[in-house]
């Protein structure tokens, strides 16, 4: 069975301080991981997509990696508006390729 | 219309009651997913449709939950005799491709069941 792992379950930053958020996970076969951001009362939205093992990907202040074993979410000098839920996913090749497994998500906050 | 449009966005019902939500997906989009997420969890698959291939169930957690989609619009997922414990917010989520690899996601319908 499909599992992922987020952590830390909170994340509380002063504005400009840069951290990482980690996801675990394991997986009978990537197909990709994917990390979405998630506002209160609002659907995730689409961040990266990651394929394989080394590929890193960028967008604003965040950026992406990812090893056999887990992808992390760095998030460089962050500002208020990073506020929000982080979650990790990952979709399986084959006949289960037809969902994602979602982590538990991490709640960032960013003080000013 | 711009995204993925849910109604209703807030739903209270009584125990032992059924409930019928709606997803209106992008237009020109062939998959459409239902996703359950209750209070400080991640997101729990519960079916996935395809075009005019026969959904994937495999995430219903019981008989009580049903969907349907005709062709490549409109969802409903029917919950009968509610309890407690259906008590989530249910997002739907559609995609332009086969692949699937970005997902489009409503804002949801907030189900609370008395």
Same mark, same amino acid.
């Given at each position: 069975e499909d599992q992922v792992t987020q952590s830390p379950e909170a994340l509380r930053l002063?504005?400009?301080?840069?951290?990482?958020?980690n996801c675990s996970y394991t997986v009978s076969g990537l197909r990709g991981l994917f990390w979405y951001r998630q506002d209160p009362g609002k659907g995730p939205e689409f961040l990266f997509t990651l394929y394989s093992a080394g590929e890193e990907k960028e967008k604003e202040?965040?950026? !992406?990696?990812?090893?056999?074993?887990?992808?992390?979410?760095?998030i460089t000098a962050p500002k208020p508006?990073?506020? !929000?839920t982080y979650l990790c996913a990952v979709q399986a090749r084959g006949a !289960?390729?037809?969902?994602?497994?979602?982590?538990g998500g991490t709640?960032?906050?960013?003080?000013? | 219309g711009a995204g993925v449009s849910q109604s209703p966005s807030n739903k209270v019902t009584e125990k032992g009651k059924d409930?019928?939500?709606?997803?209106?997906?992008?237009? %020109?989009?062939?998959?459409?997913?239902?996703?359950?997420?209750?209070l400080g969890q991640g997101l729990e698959f519960l079916i996935y449709f395809q075009g005019n291939s026969a959904p994937d169930?495999?995430?219903?957690?019981?008989?009580?939950?049903?969907?349907?989609?005709? %062709?490549e619009s409109v969802s409903t997922l029917t919950i009968q005799r509610t309890q407690q414990e259906d008590s989530a917010v249910y997002l739907c989520a559609s995609s332009?491709?086969?692949?699937?690899?970005?997902? &489009? &996601? %409503?804002? %949801?319908?907030?189900?609370?069941?008395?």
């Open positions: 002063q504005e400009g301080e840069s951290s990482s958020l202040r965040l950026k !992406a990696t990812l090893t056999k074993k887990e992808s992390f979410l760095h508006e990073d506020s !929000a !289960a390729g037809n969902k994602l497994t979602f982590g709640r960032v906050l960013v003080k000013p | 409930v019928e939500l709606r997803c209106d997906p992008i237009s %020109g989009h062939t998959a459409l997913y239902w996703y359950r997420q209750r169930k495999s995430g219903l957690p019981s008989d009580r939950f049903s969907a349907e989609r005709t %062709g332009p491709t086969v692949k699937n690899e970005k997902l &489009f &996601f %409503g804002s %949801g319908t907030q189900l609370s069941v008395l």
